[in-house]
């Protein structure tokens, strides 16, 4: 196996070890103790792949179906494919005492999207003391509501469970309906919020605000990731707001400030959270609709979210609109953007596009609902999301299958893929420029 | 008039130019002797708008609620629009005998998005002259059908209003049912193609390959052009043959050649031409939402087509691989692109997506009617297609709106309206580069 890694390049480590874990997962799963009932293996593969790669959707329900053994692993899955397998690497390198190498660093430098290699271990060792910490508050917090509510074993139980699943934004909960008998209840509504944005901006925004005591001295990508952040979470606020204000089926019969913490529950919840406290199904087509889009878009880079990232679509839209307004260089707050950069963007969203396209047409093909239900679980599974209309417990066996794939891909990304499979040529002799007519 | 418009940029008053044409043909189209029961304000709106921007989208059958002036006035707006309102403009100052000067060179230059100034007028004279001969012969062929079926008045009448709408990518029908009539005639099936893929494949091509021996001294647009037209195609025949092979309501009861004929028509048309042969609504949802990529696509650069264009999604998909390739340089048939041209594709990819992303919003909001039928007919008046799943005929006053706003910027493109508002402003003192993390 030692032998074997060696020659693999970081991006297929990643992938590899992925599988593993998915692997392992859904063996655990497939042990009788781990369900009330027994489970199929392609149930136990779906279920361990969402876990492995914090999506959230289910095909059976987490609560009844499985049993606290199952429950339990799920959590791991959760635990480890959210923090990132590499950090657990590297604890293990280090228990184990052994040296970590230029190759190991490589590796953990490409799972943790650092542009540096120095220092990369420190930052593991921070980012696993950080994540516990978070999720030892959080626990704490949410037992003040659900011990009161449930007795001390249960209580504290759901409140490590929908900790770890919040921070790592996995969106698994141990009840049918997630935390829709929370609509209205700002303890939770607050606690889980900030565990999966906090987790959701990326580890690097947080530690450099950490370090930094003024806004100007923060990096440009910790800027644009605090103000895209706030800027969109209050603009799908304002939507989700006014959108679902007269759905009976919704928050219609919440009072104002319910109506309002239902509505920043769904607002934020879509960029790759996956919780729910209101019946998807029953929202506005509009609502879904915009929700598509910030499901798509996602959290943070090296963070516990998925989606093509926010600085991604930021870095799009700016170039676009620089173009637009017939410029030359993309800036902004006085930095300005390599070209390199902008293609990497375009050549994310482009495969994470072909990705959704290529699985909504099979899901189409596959299923028989809806087209909205079919483009929203896609996206959804790309995003690592986990939120549905109710598609995920009626899937087709191609569809699982699908799916599957396309939460590895939302997962680990599209680049790591193509970086995987591309063997690296020089580019040939230097072309001369031509001009091609567009639009 | 004269002095205003010699104020107003080139993209400005390409705006105001349609526009005033729109606003002269709703008025034409709200006389009486045109129509057969009258017409609201908004729906001859919506028909000049159509017909202006070569859509093809119709609130009310074109063959029995028009007269036939008020096809006439139609089939001359087709024919305005398609040809470009700067062929004519030019036209009428060679009639005046007026001397074109750098200005209106530079705006005929815009309108037929040229990028030398050198020799437009002869281009443009070619251009008129080219059309009419295209659709003279076409006429020929079409009454060879159609004489013997409807008689000679008839017979020519529908060979020319279909010619010219078919050249121009209209898709205006004077039948209810479009062509499906002709669904597996052999000769209406090659001409009416041949006419709008001619058309759409852009003037440029076609006149570059008029005086070209040899495929290695076509200009780099033809030959992106020419493979990938043939390339698109070709999949689409076969997506299409395939997806609704045993589809009972379209091509289940055909012959094998007669399957290949509807296919192969329902696979070219959604680039822009419009026409259809078989029935929209029937089709698989899986071809579709296929059918959503050829429209959002569309024809040529400089044709009678819509659409974000081909070679702009060719350039897109090609630095996005090459990016995933780990490649520096975007190349083609041993050129390199230049870094403005993926710039201009990417913008113009990312307006078009802004556009078709509200038109959907809003269109979600005013119409009661399911989620693909929306997004199909958005896009179909983006793309200036005019293919509908039945939505067009029932649709609401805000829907007609916000479709008649869609198509305009459709048809001139997201580039000429952000032209037309930007004001330049030469670039600030340069920013140093800095990173930012994506995906
Ligand atoms: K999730
Ligand atoms: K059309």
């Known amino acids: 196996m030692k032998t ?40 136990a593969l779906f279920t361990a792949t969402s876990a492995m790669t914090v999506t959230g959707l289910v095909v059976i329900d987490t609560g009844t179906a499985f049993t606290l053994f199952g429950q339990v692993i799920i959590l791991v899955l959760i635990q480890v494919g959210g923090l990132g397998i590499m950090t657990f690497a590297v604890l293990i390198y280090m228990v184990l005492g052994k040296k970590i190498g230029i190759k190991e660093r490589l590796l953990i430098q490409q799972a943790l999207n650092q542009t540096s290699l ?37 209580g ?33 509504n607050i606690v889980i919020t900030l565990l999966f944005i906090i987790g959701g901006i990326g580890f690097t925004v947080v530690f450099d605000l950490w370090k930094s005591k003024e806004f100007y001295h923060l990096s440009l990508h910790t800027k644009i990731m605090l103000v895209g952040t706030l800027c969109i979470n209050v603009v799908s606020l304002f939507m989700i707001f006014i959108l679902e204000y007269n759905n009976p089926d919704t928050i219609a019969d919440f009072s104002t400030l319910g109506k309002l913490q239902a509505a920043y529950f769904q607002a934020v919840t879509p960029r790759t ?6 019946d998807i ?34 870095i799009i839209v700016l170039a676009s609109i620089t173009f637009f307004r017939q410029k030359e ?58 939120l549905s209309m ?43 420029n031509e001009d091609v007519l567009t639009g």
């Open 390 to 432: 109710g598609l995920t417990g009626q899937l087709t066996l191609i569809g699982k299958l699908t799916l599957i794939f396309i939460m590895l891909v939302g997962k680990l990304g599209p680049l790591t893929f193509a970086f995987a499979f591309a063997r690296y040529k020089p580019d040939p002799v230097k072309y001369p």
């Open 329 to 386: 260089h993309v800036t902004l707050y006085r930095r300005s953007f390599h070209f390199h950069l902008i293609m990497r963007a375009l050549a994310l969203t482009v495969g994470s596009v072909g990705v959704v396209f290529l699985g909504t047409f099979v899901l189409n093909l596959s299923e028989d609902a809806p087209f909205l239900m079919i483009l929203f679980e896609t996206i959804s599974a790309f995003g690592t999301v986990g």
């Open 118 to 154: 120095g220092g990369v271990i420190r930052l593991v060792r921070k980012l696993f003391i950080f994540s516990i910490t978070i999720e030892t508050f959080a626990v704490v917090f949410l037992s003040l509501r659900w011990v009161p509510e449930m007795g001390m074993a249960k």
């Open 156 to 188: 504290i139980y759901a409140s490590i469970f929908h900790s770890i699943s919040a921070f790592n934004n996995a969106g698994f909960s141990i009840w049918s309906d997630s935390l829709s008998a929370y609509a209205v209840d700002p303890l939770v």
């Open 4 to 43: 074997r890694m060696i020659h693999m390049s970081p991006p297929q480590t990643l992938i590899s070890v992925f599988i593993l874990f998915i692997t392992l997962g859904t063996f655990l799963l497939k042990l009788p103790s781990a369900t009330s009932n027994g489970i199929t293996f392609i149930d």
């Open 281 to 314: 199904s029953q929202m506005e087509e509009s609502s879904l609709f915009y929700m598509l889009m910030l499901m798509f878009i996602g959290g943070g880079s090296t963070s516990t979210a998925g989606g093509i990232k926010l600085s991604t679509a930021l």
């Open 273 to 278: 959270a996956g919780f729910n406290s209101i």
